[in-house]
């Protein structure tokens, strides 16, 4: 992989995410769920993003391109189950997939990072890399407002669940492509 494709994927991997989070909180108040349960639930894929990092961080050296490819068909797959969610308790097991689906995803995205770009020279490559999905951030938003208005929230999630496959195969397509040691 190189570092362009490494741009690519976790540019779509921000926009997938940045369209969801803004609405999430609308989605589970229409479950009927209060502000506190929103809480608790953030509060669930946080603190498992936590540990799932100090976890996984042993082996991002050796499989960061496999975890960075999981962690995108994991939240593809949450987004995707979404739409069917009747339960809470659902909400909340969902939530723990997206933390570990989140830690596998940034410890492998600043560790290829790290070994895409060289020591001294990583500052031009990261401004890239962080305009790039400051870009998909902002307009995920914007779209995912319009989407919500013309379809409904069940459709913005398929549709980020898409987006995340999308980021999948982007990176498994361009796997060893590249001189990153982390697979």
């Not at 803004?22 to 669930?44: M, R």
């Not at 995912?144 to 379809?151: F, K, N, P, R, S």
């Not at 990176?171 to 990153?180: E, K, V």
Request: proline residues 1%; glycine residues 8%.
């Amino acid at each position: 992989m190189n570092i362009r494709w490494l741009i690519r994927s976790q540019t779509m991997v921000t926009l997938a995410a940045g369209m969801i989070y803004p609405y999430y909180l609308l989605f589970l108040k229409n479950l009927g769920n209060s502000f506190t349960k929103y809480g608790l639930a953030f509060a669930v894929f946080t603190i498992s993003s936590a540990i799932a990092s100090q976890w996984l961080a042993r082996s991002v050296d050796r499989h960061g391109k496999r975890m960075l490819v999981a962690s995108s068909i994991g939240m593809m797959a949450a987004m995707a189950a979404f739409p069917w969610v009747m339960s809470y308790t659902v909400v909340l097991l969902l939530q723990l997939l997206m933390g570990v689906c989140c830690a596998m995803q940034k410890i492998s995205e600043r560790t290829l990072l790290a070994d895409l770009t060289e020591r001294g020279n990583r500052g031009k490559t990261m401004g890239e890399y962080q305009f790039w999905t400051s870009v998909a951030s902002g307009l995920a938003v914007v779209f995912g407002g319009y989407l919500i208005d013309l379809l409904t929230i069940d459709a913005l999630f398929y549709v980020s669940a898409a987006i995340y496959g999308a980021s999948a195969w982007a990176t498994w397509r361009n796997n060893g492509r590249g001189s990153a040691s982390a697979e």
